[in-house]
């Protein structure tokens, strides 16, 4: 299946929903045309308050947005439809590159960020990345339950066992535990998960994916037989015993 049919069909029938906020008229127009050829459902809003609205009333499965917008900006914007939806996947469309920007937008909860200007094909590489970790989507290897050491992982509802405590992770801590669990006891390319989760090997994504591992370290801590070990230069191995 080549990377058009993927996109117009990554989980149903039906289109997927995108708000995009862009006060740049002609390129929200563009984008619009480009995603409505590649069959998604676009709603374009020319600034933050109007995106804001769009989203507290209709469902959306993923937003598009511009940094810089009147009224109300994209961190802003981001923050609000934040507070209404944890999951909902963000990506940020910007003229900055500033590693602040990106690092307060990740901590914002985005998924992925697109600099000015950029190709249309990736855009769509990006979307295709996000939308791969919608449930539902063909994601690779999803298990819905699994034993990790002393600890049992349900991935569809987000939960880590332990002894009858139950811990809910993110979705992003799941998805990433899932791939490790998946990769158990052999080494893991750090270009690898990186691509897997993100769609892409990005100093920035590096960044974010080292505090998840180091989040996850944290969530195994009861079980000392499991550990994941760093590879010099290489990536990972996530040590599990085998019984």
Request: hydrophobic share 35%.
């Amino acid at each position: 299946m080549d990377l058009h049919s993927q996109l117009r069909c990554p989980m149903s029938k039906e289109k997927l929903k995108i708000l995009l906020v862009e006060d740049d008229p002609n390129l929200g127009v563009l984008l619009v045309d480009y995603l409505e050829s590649e069959g998604f459902e676009v709603k374009l809003c020319t600034d933050g308050e109007l995106g804001l609205q769009a989203f507290q009333k209709y469902s959306f499965d993923l937003c598009l947005l511009d940094v810089m917008l009147p009224k109300l900006d994209g961190f802003s914007l981001a923050k609000g439809i934040r507070s209404k939806d944890k999951k909902v996947p963000i990506i940020f469309i910007t003229a900055k590159s500033l590693k602040e920007d990106k690092l307060k937008g990740y901590d914002l909860g985005a998924d992925d960020y697109i600099t000015k200007p950029f190709d249309e094909e990736e855009l769509l590489w990006k979307i295709k990345a996000v939308i791969r970790r919608i449930p539902g989507s063909n994601s690779e290897n999803k298990q819905e339950i699994a034993s990790i050491g002393k600890y049992t992982f349900d991935f569809n509802n987000q939960l880590l066992i332990y002894n009858d405590q139950s811990k809910r992770i993110t979705e992003r801590e799941c998805d990433i535990l899932n791939y490790l669990s998946n990769h158990r006891n052999v080494i893991i390319k750090r270009e690898d998960l990186l691509k897997q989760i993100w769609g892409e090997n990005d100093y920035f994504f590096g960044r974010s994916m080292d505090v998840f591992i180091t989040k996850i370290r944290k969530y195994l801590k009861e079980d000392p037989e499991l550990s994941i070990e760093n590879v010099f230069g290489v990536g990972f191995i996530f040590n599990v015993p085998v019984k």
